[in-house]
């Protein structure tokens, strides 16, 4: 949410988790510009160029004049998640995205980090556009791919759907497994949210409404015996599904300069806004993983400065800051009604360049993290912000 829209003009969510957080406790009046190092993708008609390349909730980057391809061999690497094609508009957004150039040697490949679509039918769709755009796709799920609500009683339990999304991206040529691109090691890693994760102090102060309530994945997912979803089992599970993986990420991490891995979950609680600050101060409950961000660190270990980044999705908060030498990025598309209170749509720039021939060394504007880089967290803070407390006094 912008900071301009006042809160009693923001229409009631459909559902407590599409309640994210609004804008944060500074305004954003000094806007920053920043050089943008990825030139946009080769368009396929100049009617079809935006205006400006903009970053959600923050300014526009000055657009470069494109210079021709070069005759060397180039790499680049665009990141985006959260794409929920469910939503016409959302699948219009991919169907209109540039075609490539498929210049002397050049590559551009696509991170896609989860929640591609709720049904399987429309999930191909997605990502067979998408091959069609991209040299290379890279694929991790998230929680909505794996809802069985629409799919009719095809599945027996997520795990199948699993199962089913993995056999589709193989049929379209989409990577879920670790692969070098270029010089850059691009590692895909599975992973859940358990409770466990979050380790901030709970707001008590107002009636939060209970995760079943709030998280429709309780009742849009179906699971094993054996893997409860009230405790960290679930967790446990999706990340040992990246061990069939070990070998290849270190023929990966010795063939690669840099390296890029990514989930659709949070891997630290710090890439989230606090609990005072969030219309469902619940949230962190059903975001993260601590399997995740001990794997990805162990990963990442005696990478040089800069040489690490990590990308994930889930809570559609856009995010870019590095802690403890990672850089952490979320690139979400969203929801339609989401992009609508961002500045001039808020998908300009997606999907954001993170990569050509080298990390993109500039650490693009976003809201919440902009916040948490100039101010510390105070977890036991319990006191709601303004905007959440109306919020709270208005529907409950």
């Known amino acids: ?6 809160v009693p003009s ?3 969510p459909r559902h407590l988790l599409d309640a994210g957080a609004p804008p944060s406790p500074q305004q954003h ?3 920053r510009r920043r050089r943008r190092l990825c030139p946009p993708r080769a368009r396929a008609s100049a009617a079809s160029s935006p205006s400006s390349s903009v970053r959600c909730c923050a300014a526009a980057a000055p657009q470069p004049t494109v210079a021709a391809a070069p005759a060397a061999t180039r790499t680049r690497v665009f990141v985006v998640s959260d794409l929920h ?3 016409p508009e959302n699948m219009d957004w991919v169907r ?3 075609v490539g150039a498929r210049d002397a040697g050049g590559v551009d490949a696509l991170v896609v980090a989860g929640d591609v679509a709720e049904t399987r039918d429309n999930f191909a769709r997605t990502m067979e556009a998408l091959r069609d755009r991209f040299e290379a796709v890279f694929y991790v799920p998230g929680n909505h791919d794996l809802w069985l609500r629409r799919e009719g009683g095809r599945y027996m339990d997520s795990l199948e759907k699993l199962t089913a999304l993995l056999d589709a991206c193989s049929e379209l040529g989409v990577d879920t497994g670790p692969r070098t691109i270029g010089d850059l090691g691009i590692i895909p890693l599975f992973s859940w949210y358990h409770k466990s994760f979050d380790k901030e102090k709970d707001v008590n102060s107002v009636r939060v409404p209970s995760l079943e309530m709030a998280c429709k994945d309780f009742h849009a997912c179906q699971w094993p015996s054996d893997l ?9 599970y999706f990340d040992k599904l990246n061990d069939k993986n070990n070998d290849a990420i270190e023929e990966v991490k010795k063939n ?3 390296i890029l891995t990514f989930s659709h979950f949070v891997p630290r609680q710090e890439l989230c806004p606090e609990k005072r600050m969030l219309y469902y101060p619940n949230l962190p409950k059903v975001i993260g993983s601590d399997f995740l961000e001990r794997r990805l660190r162990a990963i990442h270990s005696n990478r040089e400065d800069g040489a690490a980044c990590h990308v994930f999705g889930h809570t559609h908060f856009c995010w870019d800051s590095v802690v403890d030498e990672i850089r952490y990025i979320q690139a979400p598309l969203a929801y339609p009604r989401e992009r609508k209170r961002r500045m001039n749509g808020g998908e300009g720039w997606l999907p954001f360049c993170v990569y ?5 060394p500039d650490i693009y504007p976003a809201i919440w993290s902009d916040y948490y880089n100039k101010n510390s967290r105070e977890p036991e803070n319990t006191q709601l912000a303004p905007w959440v407390a109306k919020y709270f006094r208005k529907y409950y």
């Open 1 to 6: 949410m912008t900071p301009h829209l006042p």
């Open 10 to 12: 923001r229409p009631a």
């Open 29 to 31: 009046h000094r806007r």
């Open 85 to 87: 094609t469910d939503y």
């Open 96 to 98: 209109r995205l540039e």
């Open 228 to 236: 409860g979803s009230d405790d960290e089992a679930l967790a446990v």
């Open 256 to 258: 690669s300069k840099q």
């Open 356 to 360: 050509r021939d080298g990390f993109n």
